[in-house]
């Protein structure tokens, strides 16, 4: 059972981006989740080498304790098929369930905007109705991102019989700037750059489209 954090006046809340600093190196491959530490190859060449191209992963802690997480990158470093002119991609944002309630999701987008000022906007992936917990189109709602298309699809692996919508969101930061695109046909083989996104396809599957249209 998770018990909710309470705020004190002399709580200290950080922002650290780890990709600057070596001494967080396992914490670039593994999620906030109590999981062994693995730097399976598909996210370890991911990392590598998104960071060498603007890949970032800041982490936020609360009095040390970390509780909170966002990773962001260019639209062409992305592990999403997302393109667009400026556009920065956020891959993820996950603040521990015991730590809600303190707005800890928003600091880490603002950071995010705030490190990212010539950005066009920022893109990310949310869902409806997926048997995952992460990503909500209604949370991706909460911290200012808006639907600009959606795809309705299916797992061909596990849950065959449930159809979920997958949605691009976008957060404009130039009033000029175009709504990004994305490419339905690369989305449909799914992603491999973290074993726990709502899209991961697994490294030893040999389906070409681990999705399909409902």
């Known amino acids: 059972m998770n018990i909710l954090m309470e705020m004190k006046p002399n709580d200290k809340v950080k ?3 780890i990709t600057e600093k070596s001494q967080f190196e396992n ?13 399976y190859r598909n996210r370890r060449v991911y990392i590598d080498e998104g960071i060498l191209r603007g890949f970032h992963k800041k982490l936020l802690t609360l009095n040390g304790d970390i ?6 990158s260019p ?14 991609v956020m891959n993820c944002i996950w603040v521990l369930r015991r730590a809600k ?3 800890f999701g928003k600091k880490l987008l603002k950071s995010m905007q705030r490190s ?13 109705n997926h048997w995952s917990p ?25 849950q065959k019989d449930q159809c979920f ?5 976008w957060i404009p930061q130039d009033k000029n700037a175009e709504p990004p695109k994305w490419n339905t046909k690369k989305l449909l083989e799914g992603v491999t750059f973290c074993m726990g996104h709502p899209l991961y396809r697994p490294q030893r599957s040999k389906l070409k489209e681990i999705f399909e249209k409902c």
């Not at 914490?27 to 730097?39: E, G, M, N, Q, V």
């Open 15 to 17: 922002i650290i981006d």
């Open 27 to 39: 914490r670039l491959y593994r999620c906030l989740a109590s999981a062994p530490f693995r730097k």
């Open 67 to 72: 509780v909170g997480t966002i990773e962001y």
């Open 75 to 88: 639209a062409e470093v992305s592990g999403f098929p997302i393109k667009g002119n400026g556009v920065v």
């Open 101 to 103: 309630g303190h707005n």
């Open 116 to 128: 990212e000022k010539e950005a066009a906007g920022f893109a990310t992936l949310a869902f409806k």
């Open 134 to 158: 992460w990503m909500k189109k209604d949370q991706m709602e909460r911290l200012g991102f808006n639907a600009v298309v959606s795809l309705r699809i299916r797992n061909k692996s596990q």
């Open 165 to 169: 919508s997958v949605f691009l969101m």
